[in-house]
């Protein structure tokens, strides 16, 4: 009879969700990352790939932002698209994704914050994220009214996809948050993209949006951006928001 094989050990939790914005709380979740299975926020490839596939080329520089220790980047290689770079700010867990992936050379692993990013102008033809945007917006109470310091952390994030992006690059972003509350994020005029909106998954939905750089935003778009600078009331049913044990908390913030 086989040996049973042991369950794989679920990742610390933060006491409170603003601690998924702090680097300490990610270097020391990482810190046995180099043998611990992907975590995969928001599906695995295989339950988008339907999606994302149709708007990759083989030949296209792809960066993925906060790579985590999710199998992303491994997977998009094993599907054909070999220039992947993957960028996370937690030194630890970039060592630890060089280690796990030495076998593959091709595959490039930096330390780096996407709020500044260190390539030049045009680099990417891809820009990939799932889940950065969400974990560093864990710490909003309101999912109604985003904080100052929140849309600018966005807008640090999205102006350096765009600076990298060269002229008809795609950025795509796979999320728990729906159009009601990221869209404004994203429909900004200034940063030079249209913007296109599908869900995956099956039970709950997540939600991937597709952005093509010198694309035009639609009136309606650019109308729920400036939302961003005025949000709407909240909801005359009360919103309360408490810290969860698992990490299914993303799905109720919906930032």
């Known amino acids: 009879m086989a ?6 050990p679920q990742p610390e939790l933060p006491e409170r969700n ?14 046995c990352a180099a043998d611990s299975a992907p975590y995969e926020w928001f599906g695995d490839f295989s339950s988008f790939r339907a999606l994302l596939e149709p708007e990759l080329r083989p030949e296209d520089r792809i960066l993925v932002l906060g790579c985590g220790n999710s199998a992303l980047s491994y997977e998009l290689f094993l599907g054909g698209f070999p220039n992947v770079t993957s960028v ?3 030194s630890v867990v970039v060592a630890a994704m ?5 076998h593959v050379p091709k595959l490039r692993w930096e330390t780096m914050d996407a709020r500044a990013l260190s390539f030049s102008n045009g680099s990417f033809d891809v820009v990939l994220e799932k889940g950065t945007l969400d974990a560093l917006l864990a710490g909003e109470r309101d999912p109604w009214t985003v ?20 002229p008809g690059g795609r950025f795509i972003s796979m999320t728990s948050a729906g159009p009601h ?9 200034r940063y030079g993209w249209s913007l296109r909106h599908a ?7 997540f ?23 005025s949000p709407p009331s909240p909801p005359t049913l009360p919103c309360c928001l408490q810290d969860s044990d698992c990490e299914d908390f993303l799905s109720a913030i919906q930032l």
């Open 3 to 8: 040996a049973l094989r042991a369950p794989t």
């Open 18 to 31: 603003f601690e998924y914005c702090e680097l300490q709380y990610w270097d020391q979740r990482y810190r």
């Open 88 to 90: 996370d700010y937690s």
């Open 98 to 102: 060089q280690a796990r992936y030495a």
């Open 147 to 166: 904080s100052s310091e929140g849309v600018h952390t966005v807008d640090q994030v999205l102006s350096e996809v765009s600076r990298v992006l060269v």
């Open 181 to 189: 509350f990221r869209t404004r994020h994203y429909a900004q005029a």
């Open 199 to 205: 869900t995956y998954g099956s039970g709950f939905h």
């Open 207 to 229: 939600h991937l949006y597709l952005m093509h750089k010198g694309g035009e935003l639609s009136v309606a778009q650019l109308a729920q951006g400036a939302q961003l600078f």
